[in-house]
């Protein structure tokens, strides 16, 4: 990058980093650390909250979603929009988790179920979070050394060091230098800057691209030139699209009404707010505060796709793609990154003597391979034009024999091939790194000097806001729900936060390890959703029914979710084992055929939207199916056993602090009569402009996006049926003027409403006057927190009296 992009990229990072560092001195319990103190009014949830859930990762897994499947099957996902605008102007389980007042989700699993499942529950919470995390710090750190056009390796102190993990261990230490300082509320204000800042740098992108491309002539002209059945604009013609699909939006509406809040990624969020409706009202706003976001993604991805499909690019993507091999293979295949001398058997002494001369690590490494110490070497080639892959093909089987000369292979496509022949392991992960990266790369090239460093600078913002909130969330329901509830007696403050920081470095510790050494081999979304399904093939029933339904037992939660995580867990071993092992096996006993004919009946009725297919390099049901299958299995589960073991009703009302058991603070739930408001989750408590909001959100969300976009156009095309460029036309209209518009607004009104609420927090942080509660630790007996046990025992005890 220029030094121009640098500078753009430096000050911004820094004011954010000194507001972060100013905010630590408020931290004075573990309440404060775990929850920010619990006095962040609703724009702070908003937007800090929006930052951390959308981190540099997910940035990459957008683009390779876009990239591969464009717009048209996302406009099925316009049929969550009345789901969405239910669960969010009720408040759906946010309300009712924020009135129970536990700091975690297993604090929550305790007070409904026991500590056994507490502890149970997050053992697996938290194994399958932090792998599911590890792999964030990896994919960022290559966004990073990509993009800013990093060299792979340099030289510091007389060794030789790689750029990707120098990269990856910097920002991992600011992460948690950020977390351990300050705990939530240190996270909390550095993601709510970092979004407010992101708002005006996302623009000056948006308009970059709009200047770069014409969308009629680069950018949808690239986007029709797509077979039959795998659109990327016309949503009625994506019948052949198999990972990101209709299936892929129908899971996705499953999940996110039963595993609402099951992922405790963000969990700071779901406690920080004043009281439950600044909270509901925070998710309220969530709806307007994503417009930018919805624009800029995808456009990035479209614009690369452009510069990779379109002729009139053609010129300017031949040194893309050689960067872009070249780099991969430097970083993850270094034996064949440079000049390859391909020999038989190490016989060409003399290739080596010459070697010795001009390049003695060459020879060095030629010399290994002819002692027999190394694999990287491959036989010689007579033909220098032979196909490599059909000659190694060949040459395993034994039908062709070589003689000592030797080929040099200088060109990244026939090296790309000697990989592939060589170790097939290694080019798939080669190859899935080279698609991550493909975007970021091109990027740069698309990009002006200046807006090359203001999008720098939103991708850091994306990795520090998510690498701090995760490492905060896992580390926190680690010592939380696993040590405390196992320990059984309080930690002091003091200790209990030592135990907080120093867990916190450790997942961040297991995070570098882990990004280290793992390959990937899937799409990023795969991995979070199988990864994912360990915990939420099961949770979310547990927290659904656990807030919602009285006749919920700890018999059903414990069914549900080992059922759910065991399924999931048999899915990720049953992928990473098939090719090298499970279809050899198969193979060997000649049961393929037999495995083929099941699978295919299985999937008959669903196809061709569900197509199970025996392969030899992949397991036939990918991972969102695998998903589905175990959501679908924990729930009936959890109902089959609640109905069979409930012998008496659970207390809500003492769980959830209403009633009597009301703490006497904030919001008091109020149960109304049902009215159409009420469908808006409208209560007494709702002030005039809180009603303005939920009506604007009903009007966007379900009349505009629901009833006019979705649904309209279904039926105009049944009627009849849109040419595929009257589908670029509205996509354009959607995503420019209409998302434009919206973005432009939410621009300055979450930029005057944030900075509002930011500067109120810290009076509040500032007014308190009593000293931190050393009972709001997290500690639960008897179902209830252990600062509540007093309340409720007076409150208890009076009741009977009154009997």
């Keep these: 990058m220029h030094w121009i992009d640098w500078i753009i990229v430096f000050v911004p990072v820094c004011i954010v980093l000194f507001i972060g560092w100013r905010t630590q001195r408020y931290v004075t319990g573990v309440a404060d650390f775990l929850t920010a103190g619990r006095v962040a009014g609703r724009y702070v949830v908003s937007v800090a909250s929006g930052e951390a859930a959308m981190g540099l990762v997910s940035l990459v897994a957008i683009f390779e979603m876009y990239y591969n499947s464009g717009f048209a099957f996302q406009f099925w996902s316009g049929i969550t929009a009345p789901i969405g605008l239910f669960m969010g102007l009720t408040g759906y389980c946010i309300y009712r988790f924020r009135e129970t007042r536990a700091m975690t989700m297993g604090q929550f699993f305790e007070i409904r179920y026991s500590r056994k499942f507490r502890i149970f529950a997050a053992i697996l919470q938290s194994a399958s979070g932090v792998i599911n995390y590890a792999i964030f710090p990896a994919v960022s750190a290559r966004f990073i050394v990509y993009y800013c056009d990093l060299p792979q390796y340099f030289d510091f102190l007389g060794m030789t060091w790689s750029s990707f993990h120098a990269v990856m261990l910097f920002f991992l230490s600011l992460a948690v230098l950020i977390v351990t300082r300050g705990g939530q509320i240190t996270v909390m204000v550095c993601d709510c800057v970092q979004g407010l800042l992101n708002y005006p740098l996302m ?16 950018m949808a002209p690239a986007l029709l030139d797509r077979e039959p059945g795998m659109s990327m604009l016309n949503p009625f013609d994506v019948q052949k699209l198999r990972t ?134 491959a036989p010689a080639l007579k033909n220098a034009k032979a196909d490599i892959k059909d000659v190694y093909a060949l040459r395993r089987k034994g039908l062709i024999d070589w003689d000592t000369e030797a080929l040099t292979l200088q060109g990244t496509e026939d090296r790309k091939a000697l990989i592939e022949a060589e170790d097939p392991g290694l080019h798939k992960t080669v190859m899935t790194i080279h698609n991550q990266m493909r975007v970021p790369i091109t990027l740069r090239y698309m990009l002006p000097v200046g807006v090359t460093g203001v999008l720098c600078a939103i991708a850091i913002f994306l990795m520090i806001s998510t690498d701090t909130t995760y490492l905060h969330s896992w580390g926190s329901i680690i010592v939380q729900d696993v040590m405390l509830p196992i320990r059984g007696r309080a930690f002091t403050p003091k200790q209990q936060l030592l135990a907080l920081r120093l867990t916190i470095a450790g997942v961040a510790l297991f995070a570098f390890i882990f990004s280290s050494i793992f390959a990937q081999f899937d799409f990023i979304m795969m991995f979070f959703m199988i990864t994912g399904a360990i915990w939420l093939g099961g949770a979310g029933s547990c927290i659904v029914f656990g807030l919602y339904w009285k006749r919920g037992t700890a018999g059903g939660a ?41 699978f295919a009946r299985l999937s008959a009725p669903f196809e061709p939207i569900i197509l199970w297919r025996v392969t030899p390099m992949s397991f036939p049901i990918n991972s969102q199916e695998i998903y589905f299958i175990a959501l679908v299995t924990s729930i009936t589960l959890y109902i089959t056993i609640s109905l069979l073991t409930c012998k008496k009703p659970f207390n809500m009302d003492r769980m959830l602090h209403r009633g009597e058991y009301h703490r006497g603070e904030g919001h008091r739930y109020v149960k109304t009569k049902w009215r159409w408001s009420k469908i808006l989750g409208i209560d007494s408590s709702y002030t005039r402009g809180d009603k303005i909001l939920a009506w604007s959100v009903f009007l966007w969300s379900f009349v505009f996006r629901f009833g006019i976009v979705f649904v309209g156009f279904i039926i105009w095309n049944l009627i009849s049926p849109w040419p595929d460029h009257w589908w670029a036309n509205w996509f354009w209209i959607d995503y420019i003027y209409i998302m434009g518009l919206n973005a432009t607004v939410t621009v300055f009104w979450f930029g005057i409403c944030g900075t509002r609420d930011l500067i109120r927090m810290f009076r509040r942080l500032n007014a308190r006057t009593e000293a931190a509660d050393i009972l709001d630790d997290g500690r639960v007996e008897g179902h209830v927190s252990a600062t509540d046990l007093a309340l409720f025992s007076r409150v208890e005890d009076d009741s009977n009296k009154t009997k």
């Design 244 to 377: 990101f699909n209709l299936f892929y939006v129908f899971v996705g509406i499953i999940s996110s009404v039963f595993n609402r809040m099951a992922w405790s990624g963000t969990q700071g969020y779901n406690t920080a707010a004043l009281d439950a409706h600044e909270q509901k009202m925070g998710q309220v706003l969530g709806t307007w505060r994503t417009a930018f976001n919805i624009m800029l993604y995808p456009l990035l991805a479209i614009g690369a796709y452009t510069v990779w499909n379109s002729a009139r690019f053609e010129g300017q993507r031949v040194p893309i793609r050689q960067e872009l091999l070249q780099s991969a293979m430097t970083e993850l295949a270094p034996a064949y990154a440079g000049e390859i001398i391909v020999t038989d058997a190490g016989k060409n002494r003399q290739a080596i003597a010459s070697l010795k001369k001009n390049d003695p690590k060459r020879a060095a490494l030629l010399e290994e391979f002819s002692k027999g110490k190394a694999s990287y070497a």
């Design 558 to 598: 414990w069914a549900s979710l080992i059922a759910g995580s065991s399924i999931a867990t048999t899915g990720v071993l049953v992928q990473n084992f098939w090719a090298g092992s499970i279809y050899p096996w198969l193979e060997r006993y000649d049961l393929v055929d037999a495995v083929s004919i099941f």
């Design 203 to 218: 623009a000056i992108v948006v308009i970059a691209i709009l200047f770069r491309f014409s969308w009629f002539e680069d």
